[in-house]
């Protein structure tokens, strides 16, 4: 009998000691430093803190974009086309099965893409009788009509995610205002919440130094857009460089601050040859950048939560973000900063006009903005998350 039988004869008949097992399928762990990744690296982190243990199987690269947290193991991949800084995973392999068989976990979590890795994941949790649970991270097909020609397979995507989360037990989404989208798209309803957190300590206002601005070219009295992202263009980028160039249009004085990198940095760089580019940064220096700002500007609409947007609210800047999924969930309208219809430049350039002509205004919503990215904290969202898995094992064992 291999460990994938004896897995399948025990699964029923687990003793109820022992810690909590988990493993985690995911597309993203530390070959890139998305979102995912790094929201996957802190869940991983707060279980082990807390007793769990967990295996994780990802795609890597040669070079790790960040230090992972926990046992990763490895599974194959390759760039994908068009976009080597992604990478699409093969199926699990025989010799993966057979790890999750004998680590006999009390669930599977799966953090995917619509690929075959997490389709391989699905059907061995089925085989093994192994209580299966997601998470929704990413809008892939707000991605489509970023990409000429991909729209075709809109149709093709969306059956697959709606089996795929269909096949969970639960599915833990970051906002509600994503849960009344999927809601909407006529998938399952097994959603739980599972907000994302903040640290008000490292995103602070009082990280505001004249030394950052200086160093950058601004002056004290200067205005300053903030756009923090990943430079792709599925983050609305088009939007950002026909906003800057309508405040130009406006004569409203201003100065954009572009912090991040990516494949369509070049084409950002040539598009708005004043903006100051800082490249990716993290830890202190991600925070004087948010906190050197006066106003952030976020125009994606593929968010499902909005990190960096809570970020920047921690920092005490007014957001003006697209009303759309995630940010409709952070931003209160007139009161910590202000959601524009998706692509709408003008209403985006006459908020920031706005702001950039009443100090005292963006002052108030700066604080408000603050005050509100303090309600989100990570032990609250970790440990959200622990009891979502505990109360699955304690039904499992029962």
């Not at 950058?216 to 950002?240: A, I, M, P, Y």
Request: hydrophobic letters at 40%; charged letters at 20%; a neutral charge.
């Amino acid at each position: 009998m291999n460990a994938l039988e004896k897995f399948t004869f025990s699964a029923n008949h687990r003793a109820a000691d022992g810690p909590l097992r988990v493993v985690i399928i995911a597309t993203s762990y530390n070959y890139i430093r998305d979102g995912v990744a790094l929201t996957l690296n802190r869940l991983v982190s707060y279980l082990e803190r807390h007793g769990v243990e967990v295996l994780i199987f990802a795609p890597v690269a040669k070079t790790p974009a960040l230090k992972h947290a926990g046992t990763l193991i490895p599974v194959p991949s390759i760039p994908a086309p068009g976009r080597p800084e992604y990478r699409c995973a093969a199926p699990l392999p025989k010799s993966a099965r057979e790890k999750i068989a004998a680590f006999k976990p009390h669930l599977m979590h799966i953090a995917m893409a619509p690929d075959l890795l997490g389709y391989s994941a699905i059907k061995l949790a089925k085989k093994l009788g192994i209580p299966l649970v997601a998470s929704y991270h990413t809008r892939y097909e707000t991605y489509l009509k970023h990409y000429p020609g991909s729209s075709i397979i809109e149709g093709l995507l969306k059956s697959y995610l709606k089996f795929a989360y269909g096949s969970a037990q639960e599915v833990y989404v970051p906002s509600p205002s994503m849960v009344d989208i999927l809601r909407a798209d006529g998938l399952r309803d097994n959603f739980k919440l599972w907000p994302r957190g903040v640290d008000t300590d490292l995103f602070h206002p009082n990280k505001r130094n004249s030394g950052f601005r200086e160093r950058h070219g601004f002056g004290t009295d200067d205005f300053v857009v903030s756009f923090v992202s990943r430079l792709v263009r599925e983050k609305e980028l088009d939007s950002v460089i026909a906003t800057a160039k309508a405040l130009e249009e406006k004569a409203v004085p201003h100065e954009m601050l572009i912090v991040g990198d990516g494949p369509d940095r070049e084409m950002m760089q040539s598009a708005l040859p004043n903006a100051i580019f800082t490249g990716q940064l993290h830890g202190e220096a991600l925070a004087e950048a948010y906190a050197a700002g006066d106003a952030f500007l976020f125009p994606s609409e593929t968010e499902t939560f909005g990190n960096v947007t809570l970020e920047a609210m921690a920092s005490g800047l007014p957001a003006l973000c697209a009303d759309a999924s995630g940010s409709r969930s952070l931003v209160l309208d007139g009161e910590t900063g202000y959601l524009v219809a998706p692509r709408d430049v003008e209403g985006f350039a006459d908020r920031l006009g706005g702001l950039a002509a009443d100090t005292s205004l963006r002052t108030k919503m700066g604080r408000a903005a603050r005050a509100r990215a303090q309600n989100f904290s990570w032990d609250d969202c970790m440990g959200r998350m622990l009891s979502y898995y505990q109360a699955i094992a304690g039904e499992r064992q029962a």
